[in-house]
């Protein structure tokens, strides 16, 4: 899978701030064209033990049955602190190496962390989806910025998410009794088609089933390599 190299990843603090800044104005919020015949779910792991970390990428298919038609890991050293809002930095480019072995493109790509629910309203899921020029949706476990008010506790009740007056993502609740999450347009996406293919993705878990296969793939890897 080929994609698009827009800037340095070994900046600091401030250039990294100015590059999210520089590339919001590029993203694209609309409704993805076409069919969608494969979505994939992308997740990191990070081994406490050490500064390693691995980066793990499903391809599935999308539709009434699922079915996983590629898998892609990587594994290295994180080249940039733990910075709230600059979570990019840190993980896509793991991500990235991960996703250059995939031999299938995906239709879209889901990710465990923001699109554009963020501080400068672009996040992991926005930030990956301009480099690979793919649709990209956030689906994050916890808030990063935004209020919102209390949701149903029914499987796809939602609440929208707001940030400073303007409407930046949802909070949605994937199945009953359990804690939503937040779903926000990363980029070639909207949010009532993010909010669908989430709800579509589940497989009966809080997580879509694309990020939770990823999840078990790249924490099965760091428990191989560690152990």
């Not at 990843?9 to 800044?21: F, L, P, S």
């Not at 301009?130 to 649709?135: E, G, Q, V």
């Not at 400073?164 to 804690?179: E, F, I, P, Q």
Request: contains cysteine.
């Amino acid at each position: 899978m080929k994609f698009n190299r827009l800037h340095p990843w070994r900046v600091g603090y401030k250039k990294a701030v100015e590059i999210q800044d520089a590339l919001r104005d590029l993203l694209v919020f609309k409704k993805p064209e076409g069919k969608i015949s494969t979505v994939a779910g992308a997740d990191v792991s990070y081994d406490k033990r050490s500064d390693r970390f691995f980066a793990g990428v499903v391809v599935c298919t999308y539709g009434k049955r699922f079915e996983k038609i590629e898998e892609s890991t990587a594994a290295g050293k994180a080249g940039f602190p733990y910075i709230p809002g600059l979570l990019s930095f840190r993980e896509a480019p793991i991500l990235l190496r991960a996703f250059k072995k995939l031999k299938n493109t995906p239709d879209v790509i889901l990710f465990d962390g923001q699109g554009i629910a963020h501080p400068r309203y672009f996040g992991l899921a926005s930030h990956m989806g301009l480099i690979l020029d793919r649709p990209s949706v956030g689906c994050a476990k916890s808030r990063l910025v935004g209020e919102y008010d209390c949701v149903k506790n029914v499987a796809g009740g939602y609440s929208r998410l707001f940030y400073k007056d303007k409407v930046v993502g949802a909070v949605l609740r994937t199945k009953v009794n359990t804690n939503p999450i937040f779903v926000s347009a990363g980029h070639k996406t909207n949010l009532r088609f993010a909010i669908r293919i989430a709800l579509k993705t589940c497989r009966g878990y809080r997580i879509p089933e694309p990020i939770r296969q990823a999840h078990l793939l790249v924490n099965r890897v760091r428990r191989e390599s560690v152990s």
